[in-house]
């Protein structure tokens, strides 16, 4: 069983930076497909990021684009969203998610594909 944890969150005035972390265990991160979410107050979830199995492919919502960066370390078990520049429109809580589905360059950018979740951290920049 697969579970995740994020940290990192925390406050931050615009133009920072911060590095959300979410540990896996059950499974190892190199087998699993990872991405981040986020959802502000009266807001939908939305995408943030997402990367495939093999970790050569990634994809980011337009909003962050060159500003944030997912990754991950095999050896820590645990993927990583670096986040910089950033925006009070950033403030929401980030979710990290997993799913063992799909090929191995496949990334999702929908949270059904998701069935694996983390509890959330806050994320509040401000300006």
Known sequence: Q???????????????????SCAASGRT??????????QAPGREREFV?????????????DSVKGRFTISRDNVKNTAYLQMNSLKPEDTAV??????RSGGA???????????KW??????????
């Open 94 to 99: 980030y979710y990290c998610a997993a799913v």
């Open 49 to 61: 990021a997402a990367m495939s199995i093999s970790g050569t492919s990634t994809s980011y919502a």
């Open 118 to 127: 983390g509890q959330g951290t806050q994320v509040t920049v401000s300006s």
């Open 105 to 115: 360059s496949y990334y999702y950018t929908s949270s059904t594909w998701y069935d």
């Open 2 to 20: 697969v579970q995740l944890v994020e940290s990192g969150g925390g406050l931050v005035q615009a133009g920072g930076s911060l590095r959300l």
């Open 29 to 38: 991160v190199s087998s699993l497909a990872m991405g981040w979410f986020r």
